[in-house]
């Protein structure tokens, strides 16, 4: 059963940066597997963030391209969101996600229904 944990939230002042990371384990490793950063910003959905898709393509919403690097450490099996130029809009509990295989396009790469494996999130506030 893959496992996800994230880590790294925390309060940031306006401005400033913060780097999530989430723990994989469980991987079948004849499998490979799309990850993803989700966010739930209070009172909206769940909204995608970056995907890393199985072969190795990044992803970015459009709300954050230029602001976020999504990137993956194979041998520590961790996924990593960096994000600079933080707002209070960006406040929100950001969630680490996992399917098998590739994701294929922009719109399911950043759709939580095309994935299986679901980390308990990090929460992250920006004040102003």
């Known amino acids: 059963q893959v496992q996800l944990v994230e880590s790294g939230g925390g309060s940031v002042q306006a401005g400033g940066s913060v780097r999530l990371s989430c723990a994989a384990s469980?991987?079948?490793?004849?499998?490979?597997?799309?990850m993803a950063w989700f966010r739930r910003i209070p009172g909206k959905e769940r909204e995608g963030v970056a995907a890393?898709?199985?072969?190795?393509?990044?992803l970015y919403a459009d709300s954050v391209k230029g602001r976020v690097f999504i990137s993956k450490d194979n041998a520590k099996n961790t996924l990593n969101l960096e994000m600079n130029s933080l707002q209070p809009e960006d406040t929100a509990m950001y969630y680490c996600?996992?399917?098998?295989?590739?994701?294929?396009?922009?719109?399911?790469?950043?759709?939580?229904?095309?994935?299986?494996?679901w980390g308990q999130g990090t929460q992250v506030t920006v004040s102003s």
């Open positions: 890393f898709e199985s072969n190795g393509n990044t």
């Open positions: 996600a996992a399917r098998q295989g590739r994701c294929w396009t922009e719109h399911l790469c950043l759709d939580q229904s095309a994935y299986k494996y």
């Open positions: 469980g991987y079948d490793y004849n499998i490979y597997y799309s």
